[in-house]
């Protein structure tokens, strides 16, 4: 079990056709207050895309505000360095021979997050804007839910439901921005791929 704004959520299943131990994270418990946050998640960045259309010079295409993309893409910035932090603690808090493997794909995925961090943020400033990285403003900004196990499966399905939440944003992000905007498309598409391999590598080892 792992706790959400001190409350108990209860990330464990077994999977029993298989009669293993695994946790099954299409299975997990997820606490009604954590649902409700990933479809608060999708909501907020589909609303982003459509505020400001209108509003200032268009630098892009004709369907594309600048300042939009801006503001979506520092969205992204955000919860990519949140999710480094919590990568990082789980880097941490993993020990144990048997935990090594683990422990590398942490770190792995810190190093991958760091590298989508640096792109999103040399878009941004490509396109005229500022990375906000002030500690109020990517909290707020951030659409990763702020989760902490203390079990080993715990921090992996925390981890796994950050990157599923990641991959839907991404993927609305690509749609909306679309063929106006190819180079931001073909960079949120780079990290929409490794963000999928990162769910599915996540979802591999919570099956083991």
Do not use: W
């Not at 649902?35 to 369907?63: C, P, Y």
């Not at 919590?86 to 880097?91: F, S």
């Not at 921090?155 to 991959?167: H, K, N, P, T």
């Not at 598409?189 to 490794?194: D, E, F, K, S």
Request: charged share 25%; proline share 1%.
């Amino acid at each position: 079990m792992f706790t959400h704004n001190g409350e108990v959520v209860d990330a464990s299943d077994t999977d029993k056709r298989s009669g293993s131990n695994s946790i099954g994270i299409d299975r997990v418990r997820l606490h009604t207050k954590i649902k409700a946050a990933m479809g608060e998640h999708n909501k907020v960045i589909t609303g982003s895309k459509t505020q400001g259309v209108e509003d200032g010079a268009m630098t892009l295409r004709d369907h594309v505000n600048t300042e939009t993309v801006i503001r979506v893409l520092n969205e992204a910035l955000a919860t990519e360095v949140i999710c480094i932090l919590r990568y990082k603690r789980h880097y941490f808090m993993t020990a144990g021979i048997s935990a090594r493997r683990v422990k590398a794909k942490f770190l792995q995925h810190v190093t991958e997050k760091r590298a989508h961090a640096d792109q999103l943020a040399d878009r941004i400033v490509q396109l005229g804007g500022k990375p906000v990285l002030s500690l109020e403003r990517l909290l707020s900004r951030s659409h990763a839910e702020h989760l902490e196990g203390d079990s080993l499966a715990e921090m992996i399905a925390a981890d796994l439901l950050d990157e599923r939440i990641a991959i839907a944003n991404y993927r609305d992000m690509i749609a909306a921005i679309g063929p106006d905007d190819p180079t931001t498309q073909q960079v949120l598409a780079r990290i929409l791929a490794q963000e999928e391999a990162h769910a599915e590598g996540l979802a591999g080892l919570l099956r083991e």
